[in-house]
């Protein structure tokens, strides 16, 4: 039979607590109120049945992914439009 520790014997580790409450800190989730279309909700419900995840993570990963690809556009659309301004100081020179 296993015996359980001590309390006077266990080990409080400190630096591991705070590691994990870091993280936790970083990656919190805000509790908000939204209206979604309902034909929206049913596919991304479905689909979360499918594979089994809860759909609001679901909605969370379609969402990170489009504004992502709307951040990605936009830099590129800076890099484009700041290629073109040097383009055009060469011509006028």
Known sequence: MKKSP???????????????????????????TIN???DNLDILREIAKQSGAPYQKLLNQVLREGLD??????????????ELEKIKRKVAA
């Open 69 to 82: 690809k709307r951040l990605a556009s936009e830099s590129r659309l800076d890099r484009i439009e700041r």
């Open 36 to 38: 979604i279309d309902g």
């Open 6 to 32: 001590k309390r006077r014997e266990l080990v409080f580790d400190q630096k591991g607590t705070n590691d994990i409450r870091s993280k936790m800190g970083k990656t919190r989730k805000i509790k908000i």
